[in-house]
Nanobody, 120 residues
C-alpha cells in the first residue's frame, strides 16, 4: 500500500511564510504528478498547485507569485513554499499523488491533510 504524509502546517500571521511537505512511502515504482489542494470551512476542495515528474508546474490564480511548488523525486516528496500568506489562505491542505506501483498499475492517493491558519 502507499501512504502520503503531510507536515509543516500551523498558525502564522498575515504576511508570514510556511513550508508544507508531503512524503510518499510504501510500494512505489514511481510517482507521477503531485498536487496540493486545500479546503476551507464551508467551501469545496480546490487545486492550489501541481507539478509533474519532469518539473512542469501550474498554480491557481489566487496563489501565483506567492506560492512555489517543488519536488524531490529521489525522496518521493513534494513541497509547497507559501509566502505572503493571507487570512483567505486558511484551510486544510492536502497533497495528492499519482503513484505507479509497477510499470502499468497506478492509483491516486491522498494525504490526511494539514491545517494552515493565517491570523493575527
Amino acid at each position: 500500500q502507499v501512504q502520503l504524509v503531510e507536515s509543516g502546517g500551523g498558525l502564522v500571521q498575515p504576511g508570514g511564510s510556511l513550508r508544507l511537505s508531503c512524503a510518499a512511502s510504501g510500494k512505489i515504482f514511481s510517482v507521477n504528478a503531485m498536487d496540493w489542494y486545500r479546503q476551507a470551512p464551508g467551501k469545496e476542495r480546490e487545486l492550489v498547485a501541481g507539478i509533474t515528474r519532469g518539473g512542469t508546474t501550474n498554480y491557481a490564480e489566487s496563489v501565483k507569485g506567492r506560492f512555489t511548488i517543488s519536488r524531490d523525486n529521489a525522496k518521493n516528496t513534494v513541497y509547497l513554499q507559501m509566502n505572503s500568506l493571507k487570512p483567505e489562505d486558511t484551510a486544510v491542505y492536502y497533497c495528492k499523488a499519482l503513484v505507479f506501483t509497477n510499470t502499468i498499475l497506478s492509483n491516486v492517493y491522498w494525504g490526511q491533510g494539514t491545517q494552515v491558519a493565517v491570523s493575527s
